[in-house]
């Protein structure tokens, strides 16, 4: 049934999974660079009935690197160039030692949370792809699947993939993610049929 088919969501890390990340942040739109592959992966997934949902953590703000229009512009370029595709998005502006602790703020999990109810989506139909340990921990506290994309991070130093308990998967880039949540979520056939 459609409705039954829609009610599943990929959760998507914003730096190093959808645009190249770089080690001084990613604000500026010159900056803003959209991986290969991206806007071709997440039409896969929505063909296939997922809800696309943006969680990134964007503390620059906090930091006063950057402003929350800046983000806004960023997230307005990334829907043009993947043709509007994404359902929403939620970014954690704080950080605890410029200004507040945040349950948004990964690995915290409100913002998976929220994606959740919002769609009246269930944890089991869902996956996180993400490049860093605080990804997989939030989607981890939410019972999503994960995959690990250990080379997209500027930033952090990954750790170790094949020892890393919240990572369900790994994957070198998004559409190879696409691949794999899209041969998990296959229906089994049934002896006799042809799917
Ligand atoms: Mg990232």
Request: contains cysteine.
């Amino acid at each position: 049934m459609y409705f039954r088919a829609m009610q599943k969501a990929v959760f998507l890390d914003r730096d190093g999974v959808l645009n190249r990340d770089r080690v001084n942040y990613v604000y500026r739109l010159a900056d803003f660079e959209i991986l290969p592959g991206v806007p071709q992966a997440l039409q896969a997934l929505k063909a296939a009935g997922y809800r696309l949902i943006v969680v990134t953590n964007q503390s620059g703000i906090a930091k006063g690197l950057y402003t929350h229009q800046e983000v806004a512009l960023c997230y307005e370029y990334l829907q043009q160039q993947c043709g509007g595709q994404i359902d929403a998005h939620y970014y954690a502006p704080y950080h605890p030692e410029y200004d507040s602790a945040s349950l948004s703020r990964k690995p915290d999990s409100l913002m998976i949370e929220k994606g959740l109810a919002r769609f009246g989506v269930k944890p089991a139909q869902c996956w996180l792809v993400g490049d860093s340990e605080r990804d997989l921990v939030a989607a981890k506290k939410c019972h999503l699947r994960t995959i690990y994309i250990p080379e997209g991070s500027a930033r952090f130093v990954p750790p170790a993939p094949e020892s890393h308990p919240g990572a369900d998967f790994m994957a070198a880039h998004l559409p190879q993610a696409v691949e794999i949540i899209l041969a998990q979520d296959r229906p089994l056939a049934k002896p006799g049929q042809n799917l």
